[in-house]
């Protein structure tokens, strides 16, 4: 006898869209090889549905939850935390972030670092004491920990939520597809990457949390990749002529320890020679070869050599490249804790410049990450080997790649640290014109302490950092210059047209310019927060996040809601 459909299935006649089309990325463990081709389809209801568990997305979860809505979150790799666990970078962040322009949950999020820390960790006494505990002393951060870290502290922060049956998580699991029904997405569909099975999510709400805005495409949502041309926005650092394959490198980061006196020379990298001795083509020009310590300093376009010596002394470099984004200090914990100091490789020299994981098919895709992985591991190979030391040597044998502590075989990250995403043509764009410093004081006429980014009046976030565009496929150099403390609009995090989906990573409705300063990890995390209160307060109103933005009162009501839980929308 024949079942009857489930609704999804009849329903599916009447979308005019809902290609089935695979969006993830074409990574070697992402591979379905071997998967049953009868795998069974399964069906979760929530309120609200994440695509995608890094930082924007686990903070839209953990609004949403403790809201009250019901949450299925899914993840393509199988750690939770995106930039900050899977990508391994540890945060980025301005210097006023412990006590202030950022949310409280990020805060509090820093604080459970630094809790696990001194629970699970033999730190020294003086490290123990210490208010803002840094466990690897890095200079990137006042907060350079292990992405296991991170990552524990997350799934505890989730844990009761997913014990109670308020939240379902899908770990390995890769979107597939959309359906819609005029300007609402009715359901989605996400396939595990372990079995093969096929769950079809339906949900008031979907959350597009993917590192490359995956769900955008799969919607029909507008959109925007690569760079726009400055007569389309006005801005100063705009180029001449748009380019949507124009998009910034991504980085295969890689954690390593020093043990002098050891050796642990990897293998050669078979593409070691191609990486040893490539120069990028960049305009400005790149100084020389891409595997050197002199590179092009992003601020003034000049050549500029960086220090590097991993016993974490001083250099003449300025930066010590070895303490940089350092993850773990010895001198932070009890003799015989750690063998050596741990640090994060995510360097101007190991950047990917020559494809993108936007607007390619599947295997080209895949085929720009191996590459990549080919350069991080041929840059392992080379500060081993070649690299030139202070004492007129070469190499660093005692180097060891720590592929344990981001839960690799070949020890690269899980997952490429995604600068650039797709980007939602939004109810409003953020311009250079809102917070670049330059052109502010072109149009304001302010100076000194007058000089503020742009003001929104449906602000629900706040961030700093400065614009920063790393080396592109389409052949930029370093696009690196200052901006002003900003505020997150409400109406960049809305699509113009879809009523039911929103961004919450690195694809609200920014340009090319202004994800420079939009992208980094507390940002990321106040998008997602800021989302998710509001598919909360959309379901409670009965009001659409349209209808919320355009509506004073509504709007205020809004901001006032999530002012309560913490949520900062504007400077001191």
Not at 197 to 216: I, K, M, N, P, R
Not at 426 to 438: D, N, R, W
Not at 458 to 473: A, E, R, T
Not at 519 to 531: D, F, K, Q
Request: aromatic share 8%; charged share 20%; proline share 6%.
């Amino acid at each position: 006898m024949n079942q009857p459909l489930p609704n999804w299935q009849m329903n599916r006649r009447r979308f005019h869209r809902g290609v089935v089309a695979t969006a993830g990325l074409g990574v070697p463990w992402l591979s379905l090889a071997g998967a049953p081709a009868h795998a069974a389809i399964r069906e979760h209801a929530a309120d609200v549905v994440i695509i995608g568990g890094g930082l924007g997305g686990c903070s839209a979860a953990l609004a949403a939850l403790r809201n009250g809505l019901r949450v299925v979150m899914t993840e393509e790799t199988d750690w939770i935390g995106g930039q900050l666990t899977s990508q391994a970078v540890p945060p980025d962040e301005h210097r006023w972030i412990e006590t202030h322009g950022a949310n409280g949950s990020y805060r509090t999020l820093r604080n459970r670092i630094r809790a696990f820390y001194r629970q699970h960790y033999p730190l020294t006494d003086a490290a123990r004491g210490t208010a803002h505990l840094n466990p690897g002393s890095g200079s990137v951060s006042r907060l350079c920990h292990e992405p296991r870290v991170a990552k524990a502290v997350l799934e505890g922060w989730l844990a009761p939520y997913l014990s109670a049956g308020q939240f379902t998580l899908l770990l390995e699991n890769q979107v597939l597809a959309a359906e819609v029904t005029g300007d609402r997405v009715e359901a989605v569909t996400v396939r595990s990457l372990k079995s093969g099975a096929q769950s079809v999510l339906t949900a008031d709400y979907f959350v597009d949390a993917t590192e490359l805005g995956d769900l955008l495409p799969l919607s029909g949502a507008e959109f925007v990749t690569g760079s726009e041309a400055r007569a389309q926005t006005g801005e100063f650092h705009a180029a001449e002529q748009a380019d949507a394959d124009n998009q910034q490198a991504f980085t295969m980061c890689f954690p390593v320890d020093y043990l002098a006196g050891q050796d642990h020379t990897i293998e050669r990298p078979a593409e070691y020679d191609f990486w040893r001795d490539f120069v990028p083509s960049l305009s400005p020009p790149w100084p020389g070869r891409l595997l050197d310590f002199t590179y092009t300093h992003p601020r003034s376009g000049q050549p500029k050599t960086l220090g590097f010596d991993p016993t974490g002394a001083r250099t003449g470099g300025g930066i010590n490249l070895w303490t940089y984004r350092r993850l773990i200090a010895r001198s932070n914990f009890q003799p015989g804790a750690y063998d050596g100091d741990v640090s994060l490789i995510n360097w101007p020299q190991n950047d990917y410049m020559l494809g993108n994981l936007i607007g390619v098919t599947a295997a080209q895709q895949k085929a720009h990450i191996a590459r990549a992985t080919q350069l991080s591991l041929s840059l392992m190979y080379w500060l081993q080997t070649e690299a030139p030391r202070r004492d007129g040597g070469q190499g660093f044998p005692g180097l060891r790649l720590r592929g344990d502590l981001v839960g690799t075989e070949n020890g690269v990250a899980k997952y490429p640290y995604v600068r650039e995403s797709r980007r939602i043509q939004g109810l409003m764009t953020i311009l250079e014109e809102h917070v670049g410093s330059a052109q502010r004081a072109h149009i304001t006429g302010a100076s000194g302490d007058d000089l503020k980014a742009a003001a929104f009046a449906d602000s629900v976030g706040v961030g700093s950092y400065g614009i920063d565009l790393h080396p592109s496929s389409g052949g930029d150099n370093y696009i690196d210059f200052a901006s002003l403390p900003f505020q997150i609009p409400l109406g960049a995090l809305i699509p113009r047209r879809l009523q039911n989906l929103l961004p919450a990573c690195k694809n609200i409705s920014t340009t090319h310019i202004t994800s420079g300063c939009y992208r980094l990890h507390p940002v990321e995390w106040g998008i997602g927060e800021a989302v998710g209160c509001l598919a909360s307060y959309a379901l409670e109103t009965k009001l659409s996040p349209h209808a919320i933005r355009s509506a004073g009162s509504h709007l205020s009501d809004f901001q006032r809601f999530i002012q309560k839980q913490g949520v900062e929308i504007a400077w001191p």
